[in-house]
């Protein structure tokens, strides 16, 4: 661990931007803010700085377990924020009465819908109550 904390110690700007370059990209890769085609690129940013990251670190093999204690660092984050979010549901939502939501459609022809439809074809729902992860 020692020699692993010398290479730390010893990193360069470059080594620093591919870091950074890393831990911006790979949670994109992983998460659904961007759709196929970005994530994509994400993880092509991702997969480069690693090893350009590998090529300018000086014992190659250092950089591989930095990189592989950044995966499980930033899986162990996500791990904690999943437990933490399923734990206030359950108790945010214990003992709240769940009313039953009716959604009503008009049939009229010259009725203006509620929610316009956007031009990439997913439907907008309205939100209307509170939504129980019970049911």
Known sequence: MGELHASLDAMGVEQQAC??????????????????????????????????????????FHAVLLVALAIGAIGLFIMTVYVIDRVSRHYAFKGLPIEEVEFVDSDEPDAEPALPQPASGHPRFPVVGVVSVKH
């Open 19 to 60: 870091v950074l370059a890393f831990l911006v990209s790979y949670p994109l890769t992983l998460g659904a803010l961007f759709e196929q085609r970005g994530r994509r690129m994400a993880a092509g940013v991702a997969a480069v700085s690693v090893v350009c990251f590998g090529i300018f670190t000086d014992p190659w």
